[in-house]
């Protein structure tokens, strides 16, 4: 099975108000949070180089971190999650794509327990059931045990959890999700192209629960405190 590796980061991260792109903000100890996911991946999948999606200050990120793919989005300014994956599924080569946001922090545990789930090729995404947030994006499940709603206008009353920003789209299924990604809007977040792939083709993602290991997106100064206390 080919493999394929996308970090998201292309996007300004004003929420967080840093003055370089989010991915690059220090932790603690010592690393970017761009640089620890890209160490623990590499741990993991030593043979597989890593792509990124850049556009807000890509020089920068560039720079930082040469020795990798890079898609440029150009439209980084005007566009959303789903654009950014739309563009790294039409330009990386054949195969399965694990993909995660560029402020994420993890416990590398987390790809320990997503390794079996890749192998197998099925579409997943990773969840953390312990944790319903308004402003996360939130997911259920329908009648067949698969994901049918994938959003954060999913009501918080019924969400069975959130999810984390590390997901797995499988060779078949993704002809069918970068059409999708290429219809909907220019600012709507890459789980509704999921979403209509779910309801228009019919779809498969498993929910992969990683609640008992430490997963932070990094959105806000809060975020950011948390990780540091977290990750030491």
């Known amino acids: 099975m080919s493999l394929n590796i996308v970090i998201l980061a292309a996007g300004v991260g004003s929420r967080l108000g840093k003055p370089h792109p989010k991915p690059l903000t220090p932790?603690?100890?010592?690393?970017?949070?761009?640089?620890?996911?890209?160490?623990?991946?590499?741990?993991?999948?030593?043979?597989?180089?890593?792509?990124?999606?850049v556009g807000f200050k890509k020089e920068v990120i560039m720079e930082?971190?040469?020795?990798?793919?890079?898609v440029y989005n150009q439209d980084y300014g005007d566009t959303n999650t789903s654009k950014s994956l739309l563009k790294a599924l039409k330009t990386i080569g054949p195969?399965?794509?694990?993909?995660?946001?560029?402020?994420?922090?993890?416990?590398?545990?987390?790809?320990?327990?997503?390794?079996?789930?890749?192998?197998?090729?099925?579409?997943?995404?990773?969840?953390?059931?312990?944790s319903v947030s308004d402003e996360e994006v939130k997911y259920t499940l329908g009648a067949d045990g698969f994901i049918n709603q994938l959003s954060k206008?999913?009501?918080?009353?019924?969400?069975?959890?959130?999810?984390?920003?590390?997901?797995?789209?499988?060779?078949?299924?993704?002809?069918?999700?970068?059409?999708?990604?290429?219809?909907v809007d220019a600012q709507d977040y890459f789980e509704r192209g999921i979403e209509l792939a779910i309801e228009?083709?019919?779809?498969?993602?498993?929910?992969?629960?990683?609640?008992?290991?430490?997963?932070?997106?990094?959105?806000?100064?809060d975020d950011l405190q948390s990780a540091n206390k977290q990750f030491q």
């Open 153 to 183: 206008t999913v009501p918080t009353e019924s969400a069975l959890g959130e999810a984390v920003g590390i997901n797995y789209i499988s060779a078949d299924d993704r002809i069918r999700l970068a059409q999708r990604l290429d219809e």
């Open 27 to 53: 932790l603690n100890t010592g690393e970017t949070i761009l640089g620890r996911s890209l160490r623990l991946l590499t741990s993991r999948f030593s043979r597989v180089t890593p792509n990124l999606v």
């Open 64 to 70: 930082e971190v040469p020795d990798v793919g890079f």
């Open 200 to 221: 228009k083709d019919g779809a498969k993602f498993e929910a992969v629960d990683i609640s008992s290991h430490n997963v932070i997106e990094v959105d806000f100064e």
């Open 95 to 130: 195969g399965g794509v694990l993909w995660l946001n560029g402020d994420v922090v993890f416990d590398p545990q987390v790809l320990d327990a997503l390794l079996p789930k890749i192998a197998t090729d099925r579409s997943f995404i990773s969840v953390n059931t312990a």
